[in-house]
């Protein structure tokens, strides 16, 4: 797909049967890299609070660092779709905060679109975000910003409440206008049921194979963030490996004075050095 992908393009794309692929990206050159391989979607998660900036979990990134990093991700993008998250705190106390906040990850951030954790609870400050011109992503099941409520980052859905709550959820999320939805660890089969149910594009993220998409956290799926691994995570390159590696080559080179070489360094005109030699003394 060569032309610019839209919110609009999610939705055809599942009519079409095509499955959606997105990856979260927080710098210029990685999204640059991800949208010239041609990925459909870009998210610039809240994940970065732990994978870039070291927090224990999402709930410490602010408005200010999510615009910060959604602006170098859209300075890398031609194509693809750049949805960005809404952190904790930024959509929870009034609807009139929720569409500012929202609104500045579109005109300050450059982004195409914003998301939201949660179901019929915010299912008002959606439409109105919407209302305003900006496309909303919903977030379902395991919702990192309620770590705390939820007791960890635990599958959502295995009981029967819970499943049917998931569900009437996604229903409402879709009535409130938003263009797709994050499945994020939920039972397989309660994915495909809602990804049957809807008209809107599911995606899933340890959710299984029947959803509509699916998107990993980059540095998972690339090796890059070691403090752990999700089940439903697959490496496809072990680039924190290759780095270690590589650096300690480095260091090692340095250290022995084999690095750097004379091909590695600038030369000039030996007159001008022996000419300061003589005015400073040698």
């Given at each position: 797909m060569n032309e610019k992908i839209t919110?609009?393009?999610?939705?055809?794309?599942?009519?079409?049967?095509?499955?959606i692929t997105m990856l979260t990206a927080y710098d210029y050159y990685t999204a640059k890299i991800m949208d010239d391989a041609g990925i459909d979607g870009?998210?610039?998660?809240?994940?970065?609070?732990?994978?870039m900036?070291?927090?224990?979990?999402?709930?410490?990134v602010t408005m200010d660092i999510m615009v910060h990093h959604v602006k170098a991700v859209t300075r890398g993008v031609k194509k693809a779709l750049v949805v960005g998250d809404m952190p904790f705190l930024s959509y929870h106390v009034s609807i009139k905060e929720s569409v500012r906040n929202a609104g500045r990850i579109l005109q300050e951030g450059g982004a195409h679109a914003v998301k939201l954790e949660g179901g019929r609870e915010v299912a008002d400050k959606i439409k109105a975000i919407i209302?305003?011109?900006i496309p909303v992503m919903g977030h379902l099941g395991s919702t990192p910003q309620s770590v705390n409520l939820l007791g960890g980052f635990k599958v959502q859905g295995k009981d029967y409440e819970r499943a049917k709550r998931i569900l009437e959820d996604?229903?409402?999320l879709q009535e409130a206008g938003v263009f797709?939805?994050?499945l994020e660890c939920v039972p397989r089969p309660l994915a495909k049921l809602i990804s049957e149910k809807l008209d809107i594009p599911t995606i899933g993220i340890g959710a299984g194979d029947y959803c509509?998409?699916?998107i990993l956290v980059t540095h998972d799926m690339l090796g890059l963030f070691g403090n752990f691994t999700p089940k439903f995570v697959k490496k496809y390159a072990d680039l924190g490996e290759e780095m270690v590696k590589a650096i300690k080559e480095y260091i090692k080179e340095v250290e022995e004075g084999k690095f750097p070489e004379e091909k590695h360094s600038f030369k000039m005109d030996e007159e001008i050095i022996e000419r300061i030699k003589k005015e400073v003394g040698e």
């Open positions: 919110t609009t393009t999610f939705i055809e794309m599942k009519k079409n049967k095509k499955r870009i998210l610039v998660g809240d994940s970065l609070g732990m994978v900036l070291g927090y224990e979990n999402t709930l410490p209302a305003a011109g996604a229903l409402i797709s939805i994050v509509d998409g699916q």
